[in-house]
Structure formats: structure tokens, C-alpha cells
């Protein structure tokens, strides 16, 4: 079954509000989150800090796009653990979590972003991590690999344009291919 942890970029770049995205990386968004209401399983910590990240970057009275009605969904199916699992995080300070899988790449993560791997570290099937277009995952995304932490992007053109143009002169490293099953 269909199982992922999500960046809230997925959210907002399917209600189009992420502004230089391609029309394929809406398109790419908008079919993940339908496909996850469809048939899947979304992991979120039981603090709600991936729920509150959500609803403070979105509007789901009346939803605008498919990333509200998205939030709308699984606010419906919070009891239901076919359609959402709860894992529990450790806030060691703020943003910063016990369960986050390289304490020294934690302090490169931007604050927001740490959660996400923390859950999906925390979860006993390591669920895959969707990100849509945040170029800095791409520097990220090979460390995580190394403690069982895959990172899905599902804008990998978009992410890849964005980390040429904000990190020129960095050594590029390419989004990592996963099997579409994910």
C-alpha cells in the first residue's frame, strides 16, 4: 500500500501557490495527494506539527485548490488508521528531534523541514518522504539514504532548475531516481 510521509510543498505547489513551477509539477502533485485519498496511508506525528505546517500554509473553509481539499481529507480520516498513522517525536529543543536520523544534518535542515524525516524515521516501515520542488533537499537527500530515509521528489526538473540558480557554484547533485510504485 501506497505510504508517505509529505512535505507540505506538495500541498501548496498543487493548490499553485509556488510561484516559477512548471505545469508538470502541479499536474505531478495534484495526482500524488488524489492517488494518497485514493488508496493510501499519510504518516504525521502526533504532536500535529506536520498538521499545523499544513493548515497555517493553507485554506480549507472553502478549499482553493487540491492541496486544501487534501488537508480537508485527511482531517476527516485522523481516526482512521487505514488512511493516516500517528508516530510519536521527541522535541529536544525547538525544531530539533531525537528521532531526526543525522543529528549533524539537522542543523542544515531549515527548522520547518525537520520533521519530516524525524517521522519518517520514526516509523517502523520508514515511509518515503514526497517533496516537491525544495531545491536544498537535493544536498540533503543522499545522508538521509544512508539511514534508510528515502526522499521521493516528484518534481525532480523543477528541484534541480531551482538548486542551479540558487547554488551556482555548488557541485550538482542529482535528484535520486525512485521507483514510481512510491
Known amino acids: 500500500m501506497l505510504k508517505a510521509v509529505i512535505d ?13 513551477i ?14 494518497m485519498q485514493s488508496a493510501g496511508i499519510v504518516v504525521i506525528d502526533d504532536a500535529f506539527i506536520i498538521l499545523n505546517e499544513y493548515q497555517n500554509k493553507t485554506r480549507i473553509n472553502p478549499p482553493r485548490g487540491v492541496g486544501d481539499v487534501f488537508l480537508k481529507w485527511l482531517l476527516r480520516n485522523m481516526g482512521n488508521p487505514q488512511r493516516v498513522e ?4 521527541t522535541l529536544t529543543q525547538i525544531d530539533c528531534y531525537a528521532e ?14 525537520r520533521i519530516f524525516p524525524a517521522v519518517a524515521n520514526a516509523h517502523p516501515d520508514k515511509p518515503i518522504i514526497w517533496q516537491a520542488a525544495d531545491c536544498k533537499w537535493i544536498d540533503w537527500w543522499p545522508v538521509l539514504a544512508e539511514h ?15 538548486y542551479e540558480t540558487k547554488f551556482p557554484r555548488q557541485r550538482h547533485v542529482p535528484a535520486p531516481a525512485m521507483p514510481e510504485s512510491n
Do not use: Y
Open 148 to 162: 534508510g530515509i528515502k526522499v521521493k521528489f516528484l518534481c525532480v526538473a523543477d528541484a534541480q532548475r531551482f
Open 8 to 20: 507540505t510543498n506538495v500541498l501548496l505547489v498543487a493548490n499553485q501557490q509556488h510561484s516559477d
Open 22 to 35: 512548471s505545469i508538470e509539477c502541479v499536474a505531478s502533485c495534484i495526482e500524488r495527494l488524489q492517488a
Open 86 to 89: 500517528m508516530v510519536n517525536v
Open 100 to 113: 531526526f536520523p543525522d543529528q549533524q544534518l539537522q542543523a542544515e535542515f531549515d527548522p520547518p523541514d
